[in-house]
T-cell receptor, first 108, second 113 residues
Framework: AQRVTQPEKLLSVFKGAPVELKCNYS??????LFWYVQYSRQRLQLLLR??SRESIKGFTADLNKGETSFHLKKPFAQEEDSAMYYC??????????FGSGTKLNVKP | EPEVTQTPSHQVTQMGQEVILRCVPI?????FYWYRQILGQKVEFLVS????????KSEIFDDQFSVERPDGSNFTLKIRSTKLEDSAMYFC???????????FGPGTRLLVL
């Protein structure tokens, strides 16, 4: 069965510290993984997707099929990174399976 | 940059009443989706829609739910007889190509009393 797990509900770091938001998935096919971000009072927006292999706002994520993970990383967190982050897996018929989200709080 | 819009932003209704949530997808998009997020829980897929028909729906999307594209621009979600547990944030999304990322609307917060 398809599932996305984000084990941390809340992650607090100081500005300038590295950050890693964990995401693990289970999927029988070839997965397509995404990270979405939701800033306070704003809509969900795409942060990055694994097939594009981009770095957006300093964030990167590498798909590790062996560990079935797609952790989101940034070497130096900024206060404006504070938001809810959702890991998502695209399954059949373009259904998205979302994780429960991790709230990132970057303290000054 | 074009965006998906949703109305109303908030809706309060009595249990048993019908509600219609409206979405205007990005104008050239062809695939449309509804998701919901119960407070404190994850975003859950409800339904996908293409070429004027449902292409996929989840187990949540039972007979009390329906979707429609009545006029070529709006994409609506109707809940026929609301229950307390329908209280949630409802997100609409769209994309041009099913392989592309989905663009989300700001959501409608539905509260059933």
């Amino acid at each position: 069965a398809q599932r996305v797990t984000q084990p941390e509900k809340l992650l607090s770091v100081f500005k300038g510290a590295p950050v890693e938001l964990k995401c693990n998935y289970s999927y029988s096919g070839s997965p397509e993984l995404f990270w979405y971000v939701q800033y306070s009072r704003q809509r969900l927006q795409l942060l990055l997707r694994h097939i594009s292999r981009e770095s957006i706002k300093g964030f990167t994520a590498d798909l590790n099929k062996g560990e079935t993970s797609f952790h989101l990383k940034k070497p130096f967190a900024q206060e404006e990174d504070s938001a809810m982050y959702y890991c998502a897996l695209k399954g059949n018929f373009n259904k998205f399976y979302f994780g429960s989200g991790t709230k990132l709080n970057v303290k000054p | 940059e074009p965006e998906v819009t949703q109305t109303p932003s908030h809706q309060v209704t009595q249990m048993g009443q019908e509600v219609i949530l409206r979405c205007v997808p990005i104008s050239n998009h062809l695939y449309f989706y509804w998701y919901r997020q119960i407070l404190g829980q994850k975003v859950e897929f409800l339904v996908s829609f293409y070429n004027n028909e449902i292409s996929e729906k989840s187990e949540i999307f039972d007979d009390q739910f329906s979707v429609e594209r009545p006029d070529g621009s709006n994409f609506t979600l109707k809940i026929r007889s609301t229950k307390l547990e329908d209280s949630a944030m409802y997100f609409c999304a769209s994309n041009l190509d099913s392989q592309e990322t989905q663009y989300f609307g700001p959501g409608t917060r539905l509260l059933v009393l």
